[in-house]
Nanobody, 124 residues
């Protein structure tokens, strides 16, 4: 069965950095489109970044230049390097996967599999 397990969240001060990881199993990782989403209390889940099986990368405007998504197909791990963190980046961060992306990369409904999330808290 498909499993996505996030790690690397924590509490940092504004301007700090964190690296999130998502360990995937139960499917052919290199053949899937992967993404990071986040959800703050009371807000909708929003797409942060995505990387296709072809390596094409997309970012939300709010994180461009600060976050970097990458994948290690040999180890079945998805990463999100977050730098220059801001208090508004505070949220639960989720890893998502789909074998064939049929919609917008930032639409939660386009993804079939989700991790349990890892909390990121940025203090001012």
């Amino acid at each position: 069965q498909v499993q996505l397990v996030e790690s690397g969240g924590g509490s940092v001060q504004a301007g700090g950095s964190l690296r999130l990881s998502c360990a995937a199993s139960g499917y052919t990782f290199r053949s899937a489109s992967m993404a990071w989403f986040r959800q703050a209390p009371g807000l909708d889940r929003e797409g942060v970044a995505a990387i296709g099986r072809d390596g094409i990368i997309s970012y939300a405007d709010s994180v461009k230049g600060r976050f970097t998504i990458s994948r290690d197909n040999a180890k079945n791990i998805l990463f999100l390097q977050m730098s220059s963190l801001k208090p508004e980046d505070t949220a639960m961060y989720y890893c998502a996967a789909v074998r064939t992306l049929g919609g917008r990369w930032s639409a939660p409904g386009a993804y079939s599999y989700w991790g349990q999330g890892t909390q990121v808290t940025v203090s001012s």
